[in-house]
């Protein structure tokens, strides 16, 4: 493997995160280059960037999948590092990330994710338009592309997958519940716009049968229950995504 095949490029895109973006960013630095997408940002979040790296690239998207596959497309290194500005990568993770970029014959891997809310680790119940278990953060560059929808784009991957990492990323959700039910909203309406366009939004009986579901899925399937009644509060906003949705796209021009 050679040396630039065996670099690192941690990519942050980012709308208005100055609150959060310097406490990403500076867990980045063991990485090789940091490039940071600004998205129509009206905030501080470029002054902040410009602290870390020269590696900025400013503009406006109207999907999700178009200013994350530029940024992907602007990172020199062979491995690319993709990273939410509500992310944070542990010392212990870094090590990890930095040990299989040179020794890795897989193209791809998935990064287990800590989810915390209000600063309160919530291991379990996860799902729908919240945090995640893991997903495919590192990558080596043009093995995986977004997607065109507005929230959560469908992936393509290409090459090989390797062994999950045994270090978590931190993420913070949300600082408390009125966050996260402003974050069911913003999902919802993007969603609502998708389905619009697509032409099909659903039926009402098959929206009201994922509400139970979605619900079981967090709360049951993925032992939502062991956080107690936060557990049951992600399974309900879970539950509720997708029939806020059709009722936007059907009852809402816009």
């Known amino acids: 493997m050679t040396s630039s095949e065996a670099k690192i490029s941690a990519l942050v895109v980012a709308h208005n995160e100055e609150k959060r973006l310097s406490g990403c960013l500076e867990t980045l630095r ?50 690319v590092l993709e990273i939410d500005a509500d992310e944070k990568v542990p010392e212990a993770l870094a090590r990890e990330i930095r040990e299989l970029a040179t020794t890795s014959d897989a193209d791809r891997h998935d990064i287990p994710v800590d989810n915390h809310v209000g600063g309160r680790l919530i291991r379990f119940g996860w799902g729908a338009s919240f945090g995640r278990g893991a997903h495919t ?44 039910i402003r974050k069911l909203d913003s999902y919802s309406t993007a969603n609502a716009r998708d389905l619009r366009e697509s032409g099909d939004v659903g039926s009402f009986r098959h929206n009201v049968r994922r509400i139970f579901s979605r619900f079981y899925k967090c709360y049951v399937a993925r032992r939502g229950y062991k956080e107690g009644a936060w557990g049951f509060l992600i399974a309900l906003l879970a539950g509720l995504y997708p029939i806020l949705s059709y009722l936007k796209a059907r009852l809402e021009d816009q």
């Open 30 to 79: 063991f990485a090789d280059e940091i490039v940071v997408v600004l998205d129509k940002c009206t905030d501080g979040s470029r002054d902040i960037a410009a602290g870390f790296t020269d590696r900025l690239i400013e503009g406006a998207w109207e999907l999700e999948g178009e200013r994350r596959n530029t940024g992907i497309e602007a990172c020199a290194g062979g491995w």
């Open 137 to 180: 953060a590192l990558f080596r560059k043009g093995c995986k592309v977004w997607g065109n929808e507005r929230v959560h784009p469908k992936l393509s991957f290409g090459g090989t997958k390797g062994a999950r990492l045994q270090n978590a990323i931190h993420h913070d959700v949300d600082e408390n519940i009125s966050g996260l």
